[in-house]
């Protein structure tokens, strides 16, 4: 049988407690900088191990480098300027990852769950489920292996609800903003966290003081709608997710991001437009308009190019930044829209 709980890595530990494991282990303490090292700017590349004797170097890279993700399929688009990735995780689960390049940076997208537990009905992982939480390691491993030392940026769009996999997203967040070699050492304002609207976890990712940027999954301005959409707004409405969106956003300094998926004749006529402009307005605020990636059997789709266009101006006509992200990958397959959106 397949074990259930990722093994013991590296990445699942803070400094003191990967000096302490190293200790426990029988090595001196100094090993764990040079394991973390070799993993956060070498990539687990083990010939890169000079620091460490030839005759130790599989031993301790087996019992702290255990590889965590499989490859399985890679399949690239654009001219192979975006590549997604179907990663095995070792109980045999499958998460995705996407890796965009653009002129000037280099994204990640990231799956902080396998499944996700919120059953949002436009989306495809909202209908599959949970199946478990990921490890921090499982999360920090897909920018670590996938990216190799290329990405500027990482979002956490992929599959899953980051807030609700908390110990697990902050430990993560550390070792991808952390610097060489205790982590990649990715710039805090190249990180983005997107949540559904968890509130209580919008409040203690705000405390972490860790100034991530944060991304709100809103997608209707009105209850009504939103319960449908969203499932979570009948636990916490649209009042109480931006007023947490604007205490992220005045703790932290940083825009909130507003994600709205545009869907047609449910959640894109102009009189949402006004109601959305008139609770931004004036606020540390962005919108980023995503067109509605149909998921299979789905009845919904992506709005017109009119009514778009209509939504932009609109918006701006609060004085609301408002950009359209481009959907990446779309052609890579219909289940990959949400992992191949772009924070523009
Ligand atoms: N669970 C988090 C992060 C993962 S989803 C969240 O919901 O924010 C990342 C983004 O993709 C979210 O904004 C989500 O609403 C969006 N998304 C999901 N399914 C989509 C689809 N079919 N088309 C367009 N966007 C989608
Ligand atoms: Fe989960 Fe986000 Fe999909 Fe909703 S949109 S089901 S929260 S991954």
């Not at 999360?139 to 292996?145: A, G, H, L, S, Y």
């Not at 980051?162 to 430990?171: C, E, H, M, S, V």
Request: hydrophobic share 40%; aromatic share 4%; glycine share 10%.
């Amino acid at each position: 049988m397949r074990p259930h709980k990722p093994p013991r890595h590296l990445a699942d530990l803070d400094p003191d407690e990967r000096r302490a494991a190293l200790v426990e282990a029988g090595e001196p303490a100094y090993r764990a900088e040079q394991l973390s090292r070799n993993y956060f700017a070498h990539y687990g590349d083990l010939s890169a191990m000079t620091d460490v004797p030839v005759r130790d170097r599989d031993r301790l890279a087996a019992d702290f480098l255990p590889p965590l993700l499989e490859d399985i399929r890679t399949i690239e688009c654009d001219g192979g300027k975006t590549r997604k990735t179907v990663w095995r995780l070792g109980d045999g689960s499958l998460v995705e990852s996407v890796l965009m390049h653009y002129p000037d940076r280099v994204t990640m997208c990231v799956s902080s769950q396998a499944g996700c537990g919120m059953g949002c009905p436009f989306c495809a992982t909202g209908q599959a489920g949970l199946t478990r939480n990921l490890s921090a390691a499982e999360i920090v491993e897909q920018v670590v292996v996938g990216g190799r030392g290329v990405v500027d940026n990482v979002v956490f769009m992929g599959m899953g609800e980051p807030l609700a996999n908390y110990p697990a997203l902050i430990r993560a967040l550390h070792g991808l903003v952390d610097p060489v070699p205790a982590g990649l050492g990715i710039g805090r304002r190249h990180i983005t966290v997107s949540t559904v609207g968890l509130v209580p976890g919008i409040d203690k990712l705000a405390a972490e003081g860790l100034q991530v940027t944060l991304a709100v999954s809103l997608h209707a301005p009105d209850d009504e709608l939103r319960d449908t959409l969203v499932p979570i707004n009948l636990r916490w409405k649209v009042a109480e997710v931006l007023d947490a969106a604007w205490r992220y956003a005045s703790s932290s300094g940083r825009r909130v991001s507003l994600e709205y998926a545009m869907i047609r004749d449910v959640n894109d006529q102009p009189e949402r437009a006004h109601l959305l402009g008139s609770l931004l307005a004036g606020r540390l605020a962005h919108v980023n308009l995503i067109p509605l990636n149909p998921t299979p059997g789905s009845a919904w789709t992506a709005t017109t190019p009119e009514r778009e266009r209509e939504m932009v101006r609109i918006l701006r006509s609060y004085g609301v930044p408002t950009t359209v992200r481009d959907t990446r990958g779309r052609e890579i397959d219909g289940a990959c829209g949400q992992l191949a959106a772009t924070v523009s």
